[in-house]
């Protein structure tokens, strides 16, 4: 056990109106701006799937703020769909599932338990940060577990959507830390929970 808690950030990218996907789960309207992936590459390498690594130069990039990422089915099916059954080969990943077959890899965890239980155990745990890396469902589950939010929001409306979080109406107080503009017209946003 460590003395204290690692802390659950929800680290995701989301549209002005706050949506993270399109209805069916597209997330290629979200543009690639230079400038922002530099600025998050420093600071956040082990966010980059491990497919995608050595092609930007950070195959040997150490893990500097999550050694875990969890992620809703719907987060997963993308990279299991192109062929990348482990997406982040670099982190200790949990998939929340209750239809995804456990035998798919073994360098995935699939969790049928209930999500915020799971992740109070984890977060008693030793290590880094714990990333929650999407999707809008996994992410309203956990809400009482969130310590940080960290959205890219991009300049961008999509009118519709998979929301940032896809549950019953909950209010949760969370401060703005940081708000970190790009000339792309990105920010990055940083709440810590009130």
């Not at 808690?5 to 399109?22: E, F, H, N, Q």
């Not at 893990?63 to 099916?77: A, E, F, K, P, Q």
């Not at 109406?169 to 401060?175: E, L, N, T, V």
């Amino acid at each position: 056990m460590s003395e204290q808690a690692r802390s659950l950030t929800y680290y995701v990218g989301a549209s002005v109106d706050g949506y993270i996907a399109g209805p069916d789960g597209q997330f290629d309207c979200f543009p690639v701006e230079p400038d922002v992936l530099a600025a998050m590459n420093e600071v956040r390498p082990e966010t980059v799937p491990t497919a995608f690594r050595e092609t930007i130069g950070l195959a040997d990039a150490p893990n500097l703020s999550y050694d875990t990422v969890l992620m809703g089915r719907g987060t997963y099916l993308p990279g299991l769909e192109a062929g990348h059954p482990s997406p982040y080969a670099h982190l200790r990943q949990y998939v929340f599932s209750s239809t995804l077959d456990p035998g798919l890899t073994s360098e995935v965890t699939f969790v049928r338990d209930d999500a915020p239980t799971f992740v109070r155990r984890l977060k008693q745990e030793a290590g880094r940060g714990i990333w929650l890396c999407g999707g809008g469902k996994l992410a309203a589950a956990l809400i009482d577990e969130i310590d940080q939010i960290v959205v890219k929001r991009y300049p961008l409306v999509l009118g519709g959507g998979i929301p940032m979080f896809d549950g019953p109406y909950q209010p949760s107080r969370f401060d703005l830390a940081e708000n970190r503009t790009f000339d792309s017209g990105t920010a990055i946003q940083t709440y810590r929970k009130a």
